[in-house]
């Protein structure tokens, strides 16, 4: 499967952004997706994923009750709603797909996943 991510910016402390992605080349309802962002010289690390259905969503602790992620099946597109941006949430954000099932208590890991996007550039002004 391909990903292309998209919708990135520069915003200011406090406002919103969506950035999408967008799927081609498999079946994505098979893929259980992920966001992840990575800031100059830190690690790449988790933001939120979802599971095939949609019914299970996890976050990391930093963006829960500020982002929402969300897929939409039809459009092979899987969404990550931000608002009330900080200057620490700038950062490229990738999406990530994995085939099948993730193992509980992994959803967070680089390592889970199969596929990766080629990011889009979020930035937060303070």
């Known amino acids: 499967v391909q990903l292309q991510a998209s919708g990135g910016g520069l915003v200011q402390a406090g406002g919103s952004l969506r950035v999408s992605c967008a799927a081609s080349?498999?079946?994505?309802?098979?893929?259980?997706m992920g966001w992840f962002r990575q800031a100059p010289g830190k690690e790449r690390e988790f933001v939120a994923s979802i599971r095939r259905n949609g019914g299970s969503r996890y976050y990391h602790d930093s963006v829960k009750g500020r982002f929402t992620i969300s897929r939409d099946n039809a459009k092979s597109t899987v969404y990550l709603q931000m608002n009330s941006l900080k200057p620490e949430d700038t950062a490229v954000y990738y999406c990530?797909?994995?085939?099948?099932?993730?193992?509980?208590?992994?959803?967070?890991?680089?390592?889970?996943?199969?596929?990766w996007g080629q990011g889009t550039q979020v930035t937060v002004s303070s």
């Open positions: 080349g498999g079946s994505f309802s098979m893929y259980n």
């Open positions: 990530s797909a994995r085939f099948g099932d993730l193992i509980a208590g992994l959803q967070g890991a680089v390592q889970s996943y199969n596929y």
